[in-house]
């Protein structure tokens, strides 16, 4: 394993195995009754000390498995030589579990664990239960630690995605409200600029209209009012062009039916079909920009919550209104039972503030398990008509 990569806690674990093996090596040694034994002993340390310090331990099993393969060679030769060597069973049984996989570690711990009773046995000294329960207990205690560790290893793993997730999500949340409070601001100043200085200036093109009808001819004043009633034409047309650039995206390049057919295009909802009734009328910016945030919030809501396999958009086009009908075949709700509340959103809520906002009405039909009906309609203006 990498040592940059290791926790703090992780580095004292990996520094008390050293020092374990450290000590029970020496241990060996100093009890040994054979400079064999001695020597053996410190070619195990070296051994050890060398896969320390190899970066292909940890990082491949083959490589791994090859330098336990000499490490447990070399120890067999000490436990050969000496009983004392039984202890070093112990860390040998972590290095096991940590670099081996599952399959391979556990039988090894096992094997392990025999050739300590083994070699115990095999030196002479007297049988009780200690020589049995000794080594198996020190496997046991290994396995169970070494699989503890691993599973809050996962967890923590989980978790540490889980938070990453999180994070991410948060960043898209706020990109999201960044970007509907831009549209929001956008259609604000659109319907400022509609409803103050676009209305104001066709005031003052017919007020000087009349003015220019009720001079006597040959009035040295008509030229002065034609002037003035030119450049109010020229600057309410130059306000309706900063009003259709306010207008939502989705308006800038077609009509609001097309911006509606649009909404139906397949995706992971239920099938949306568009109709349009009556004959088409152009209609002011606020008005195509309200009945298309209604479209976008009740097919939203179909979505989210009906768990619907059909719905309709229908546009239509009447004599003094146009209406708005969003119908689908969902499971429905009890309308009686929506708590109304005055927070922002594309809820029910703000879909009847924006109709009721334009001299408009909005109703919802609904039952559980019988669908749902969205319907908005909205008085034609002055001029305007299907």
């Known amino acids: 394993m990498d040592p940059r990569s290791l926790t703090p806690a992780l580095r004292a674990l990996r520094l008390c195995l050293h020092l374990l093996m450290a000590g029970l090596l020496v241990l060996a040694a100093v009890r040994a009754d054979s400079a064999a034994g001695t020597v053996m002993a410190a070619v195990v340390g070296a051994v050890y000390a060398a896969g320390s310090f190899l970066p292909s331990v940890g990082r491949s099993q083959r490589a791994s498995a090859l330098w336990l393969g000499v490490l447990g060679a070399s120890w067999l030769a000490l436990l050969w030589l000496t009983p004392e060597a ?9 290095l096991q579990l940590h670099l081996l996989p599952a399959r391979w570690s556990l039988p090894a711990v096992a094997l392990t664990a025999g050739a300590a009773i083994l070699s115990y046995v095999g030196h002479g000294a007297a049988l009780n239960p200690g020589v ?32 990453e997730e999180l994070i991410e999500t948060r960043a898209e949340l706020a990109a999201a409200e960044r970007h509907a409070g831009t549209l929001a601001e956008r259609e604000r100043l659109a319907r400022e600029i509609h409803d103050t200085l676009a209305q104001g200036l066709s005031s003052i093109q017919l007020l000087l209209r009349a003015a220019e009808r009720a ?22 047309a130059e306000a309706r062009r900063f009003v259709r650039a306010l207008s939502p995206p989705d308006l800038e390049h077609g009509s609001l039916a097309a911006a509606l057919e649009r909404l139906c295009e397949p995706g992971a909802g239920p099938r949306v079909r568009f109709s349009v009734s009556g004959t088409p009328a152009e209609l002011p910016t606020p008005y195509e920009v309200a009945l298309l945030r209604i479209a976008q919030s009740a097919l939203a809501n179909t979505v989210r919550h009906a768990s619907a396999s059909r719905a309709e958009i229908t546009l239509s086009f009447m004599d003094a209104s146009v209406t708005l009908d969003v119908v689908d075949d969902g499971k429905g709700f009890d309308p009686g039972s ?41 008085p034609l203006p002055a001029g305007v008509s299907a």
């Open 338 to 378: 929506v708590r109304q509340s005055r927070e922002g959103g594309f809820g029910l809520p703000a879909m009847r503030s924006r109709a009721e906002s334009l001299g408009g009405t909005f109703t919802v039909e609904s039952a559980p398990g019988q669908g749902t009906a969205v319907a908005v309609s909205l």
């Open 132 to 163: 049995f329960i000794g080594p198996l207990l020190g496997g046991a205690v290994a396995v169970a630690t070494v699989l503890g560790y691993q599973a809050l290893y996962r967890e923590s793993e989980r978790r540490r995605r889980l938070i």
């Open 215 to 236: 001079l006597p001819p040959g009035s040295p004043a008509a030229g002065h009012i034609d002037r003035a009633r030119q450049a109010a034409q020229d600057n309410l």
């Open 86 to 94: 039984l202890w070093v069973a112990f860390p040998l049984y972590f």
